[in-house]
């Protein structure tokens, strides 16, 4: 060894339980591979030998990664002995493998000194590759009796299971590169959501104050122009109000695993919802918005959930809808069902976009006001409600219908 080198510190199956390996991954994708498994059994098997590994080989490291050991040399998974100890070395450095049936008398192994230090009578080291033409390291079946190894057919048979095993390893480290991606994913979407709840409940605080003020200033006297500074005021509060409320109920939901709901029996939803068109009513005095209530069954829901869904509708109805032409909302009852119909004029909804506009932070083409969870709101909420919310859009006309089947409250 040059006396510039370190000696190698060799490390133990200890380092590897502990999780401290210098090839903690490697090993663990093999250790925990039964594909791997059954490959060292089948050849175990077929030449009749009692061990059977794969080991990881370096220039400098041999490092058992999963073995089934019926001789007790004492290697396990995450044992290391000295590279110079090994034929391994050799392997890595010709290319080739190296193969003998019996050590007593093959004429190039005949008396080796590794041969003889571990007491290896019949022995066969196989080169595995990646599919990138890399050196992984080898798989090896040994005794401590002769057993027939080099026989061509045992040969060809150790070749395609060390060229399998090489494949495997691409396959499975594909597939815990895509497993890690996920969870780095999941857990981002999780920040997310953790962000957007934080972020709608600290603008609470200032939003409720800048209502209070704007309901104050609305008992105070002043000009016509102030007048109507409050109307844009309020039009803004609302809007505020409504992006926070949809913000927090989506973080809620996807922190909790779904939007709650309360079923309320015979459910005050005249009222409510007549509340919710007074309310947009005020922040678009121009707008004509038209109800039409008709509820001859009564209806059990969680009033303030489908109030603030009908009230996502309306926004959205308001924004994309004709300027010059209202949006009726209309709301019956059956002996099975309840459905509320948010309609208005405008330009259709192309069917391409139909297909993901309930999907969260979806906005329509031509807008970028809001963040794209007003109808994907609405949909979960009734999806809570056991209902569904649907879309039709043809010529000029759009229709968004909320369906709640009969619910029985518990």
């Not at 290896?120 to 002769?146: K, M, Q």
């Not at 678009?284 to 603030?308: F, H, M, T, W």
Request: hydrophobic share 40%.
């Amino acid at each position: 060894m040059n006396k510039e080198e370190a000696p190698v510190e060799l490390q133990g199956r200890s380092a590897f339980l502990a999780g401290t390996h210098d090839f903690q991954t490697d090993i663990e994708l093999l250790a925990g591979s039964e594909f791997v498994k059954t490959i060292l059994e089948t050849v175990m098997l077929a030449t009749n030998m009692r061990f059977a590994g794969v080991a990881r080989v370096t220039a400098d490291r041999w490092v058992a990664c999963r073995t089934i050991d019926e001789v007790n040399f004492g290697l396990s998974e995450g044992d290391e002995i000295a590279i110079e100890s090994t034929f391994c070395r050799t392997v890595r450095e010709t290319s080739e493998m190296v193969i003998f049936s019996d050590a007593a008398s093959d004429p190039e192994y005949q008396g080796h000194p590794i041969a003889t230090a571990f007491g290896i009578v019949s022995y066969a080291s196989v080169p595995i590759y990646r599919s990138d033409g890399s050196f992984f390291g080898t798989l090896c079946a040994i005794d401590i009796e002769p057993k027939d190894v080099k026989s061509p057919r045992a040969v060809a048979m150790l070749k395609m299971f060390a060229d399998l095993i090489g494949r495997n390893l691409e396959t499975e480290e594909r597939l815990e590169a895509q497993e890690q991606l996920i969870e780095h994913e999941r857990k981002l979407v999780q920040i997310q959501d953790e962000f957007i709840a934080i972020l709608g409940h600290d603008l609470r605080n200032p939003v409720a104050a800048f209502g209070a003020g704007v309901r104050q200033l609305d008992k105070e006297p002043v000009t016509s122009r102030g007048r109507e500074l409050l109307v844009l005021m309020r039009a803004s509060l609302h809007r505020m109000t409504e992006l926070i409320d949809n913000m927090m109920l989506h973080a809620k939901s996807r922190l909790g695993g779904g939007i709650a709901v309360s079923v309320v029996p015979d459910a005050p939803l005249s009222e409510m919802l007549q509340q919710v068109v007074d309310e947009i009513r005020v922040t678009v005095p121009k707008k004509e918005i038209l109800l039409n209530v008709d509820l001859a069954y009564p209806v059990s829901c969680d009033p303030d959930r489908i109030g603030q869904a009908v009230s996502n509708l309306l926004s959205n109805a308001i924004t994309h809808g004709a300027s010059g032409s209202p949006v009726q909302v209309t709301v019956r009852s059956h002996d099975k069902e309840a459905v509320i119909e948010v309609e208005n004029e405008g330009e259709p909804i192309p069917p391409e976009l139909q297909k993901t506009l309930f999907h969260p932070f979806h906005r329509g083409s031509g807008t970028s006001e809001g963040l794209g969870l007003g109808l994907h709101i609405a949909s979960s909420i009734a999806k809570a409600h056991s209902g569904r919310l649907s879309v039709a859009s043809e010529g000029t006309t759009t229709c968004f219908r909320l369906e709640l089947p009969k619910l029985e409250c518990s």
